[in-house]
């Protein structure tokens, strides 16, 4: 039974469990990025659970409502993004203050809107936008999503991830001007 009072670092702690036992897996893996990697986070497999979803929401709602600059907005690339926009912006509104979300094609849409973006007509241009992602490697991804968000006319203002794999993707985030914040890192993953 989820309770409305846990603290951050208590539903931090039972989110990482809840990865650990349900997303962690150590074999032979090719990533998105084309490098191989003898572990791989399958975050959808906590992010689409009740618990998991819930879990994740909470916490990057926190992290955007008590530090840091206010964000009007989330958005991500589907597919990984896609729970975690919608447990976020379903929390918001449930405290108060609504967030809508954008997803991200990978591909514009091939007929219809043609659209790159869905959701951009809740959510005028200016806006200020944090980016969501569930893993980030070499940020490749994030750095893909943000532009397509500025192109757009958004202010990428936050970018915020559930498990950071410490390869490289903070530093290169930080290169093009993007602080990444993580809820969980792959050390305190694999310590568990
Ligand atoms: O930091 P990077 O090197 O870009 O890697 C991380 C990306 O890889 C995964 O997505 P994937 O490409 O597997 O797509 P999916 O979410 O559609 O499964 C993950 O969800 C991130 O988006
Ligand atoms: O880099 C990736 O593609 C990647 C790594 C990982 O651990 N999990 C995932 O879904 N993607």
């Given at each position: 039974?989820?309770?409305?009072?846990l603290?951050f670092?208590?539903?931090?702690?039972?989110?990482?469990e809840?990865?650990?036992?349900?997303?962690y897996?150590?074999?032979d893996?090719?990533?998105?990025?084309?490098k191989?990697?003898?572990y791989?986070?399958?975050c959808?497999?906590?992010?689409?659970?009740p618990?998991?979803?819930?879990?994740?929401?909470?916490?990057f709602?926190?992290?955007?409502?008590?530090?840091?600059?206010?964000?009007?907005?989330?958005?991500?690339?589907t597919l990984?993004?896609?729970?975690?926009v919608t447990?976020?912006?379903?929390?918001?509104?449930?405290?108060?203050?609504?967030?809508?979300?954008?997803?991200?094609?990978k591909?514009?849409?091939?007929?219809?809107?043609?659209?790159?973006?869905e959701?951009?007509?809740?959510v005028?241009?200016?806006?200020?936008?944090?980016?969501?992602e569930?893993?980030?490697?070499?940020?490749?991804?994030?750095?893909?999503?943000?532009?397509?968000?500025?192109d757009?006319?958004?202010?990428?203002?936050?970018?915020?991830c559930l498990?950071?794999?410490?390869e490289?993707?903070k530093?290169?985030?930080?290169a093009?001007?993007?602080?990444l914040?993580?809820?969980?890192?792959r050390?305190?993953?694999s310590?568990?």
């Amino acid at each position: 039974m989820i309770k409305e009072d846990l603290s951050f670092d208590e539903k931090r702690k039972r989110l990482m469990e809840i990865l650990k036992e349900r997303s962690y897996r150590e074999g032979d893996f090719t990533l998105t990025s084309g490098k191989k990697s003898p572990y791989y986070i399958d975050c959808k497999t906590t992010t689409l659970l009740p618990e998991g979803a819930y879990l994740t929401g909470m916490l990057f709602l926190e992290m955007l409502m008590n530090k840091g600059q206010k964000v009007e907005a989330v958005g991500g690339m589907t597919l990984g993004a896609d729970p975690l926009v919608t447990s976020v912006s379903v929390l918001s509104f449930l405290k108060g203050f609504p967030l809508p979300a954008l997803i991200i094609r990978k591909k514009p849409k091939g007929h219809g809107t043609s659209a790159w973006i869905e959701g951009t007509d809740n959510v005028p241009p200016g806006s200020k936008v944090a980016l969501l992602e569930d893993v980030v490697t070499t940020g490749g991804t994030l750095l893909t999503s943000a532009k397509r968000l500025q192109d757009a006319g958004y202010l990428v203002t936050r970018v915020l991830c559930l498990v950071d794999r410490e390869e490289g993707g903070k530093e290169a985030l930080e290169a093009s001007g993007f602080h990444l914040e993580s809820i969980i890192t792959r050390k305190e993953l694999s310590e568990l």
